[in-house]
């Protein structure tokens, strides 16, 4: 990729990766929510409790 030497594209290109940077948090924020979506299925399925849950955040933060 070649990097534009004049203001114009400078800021043509900084104006794309803005979108981008939006783009980017939107797809987090969709993928954040589905995983909520499908934590919340799995322990009503399995009949968690907040002590199981607790247990399974914990071990899920150490790997």
């Not at 043509?12 to 909520?36: D, K």
Request: charge should be negative; hydrophobic fraction near 40%.
């Amino acid at each position: 990729m070649l990097v534009p030497t004049e203001e114009a594209g400078c800021r043509q290109l900084l104006a794309g990766l803005e979108i981008l940077e939006q783009e980017i948090a939107e797809l987090q924020a969709t993928l954040s929510t589905g995983e909520a979506e499908l934590d919340e299925r799995v322990t009503t399925y399995y009949g968690l409790d907040a002590d199981d849950r607790t247990i399974i955040a914990d071990f899920l933060k150490r790997f």
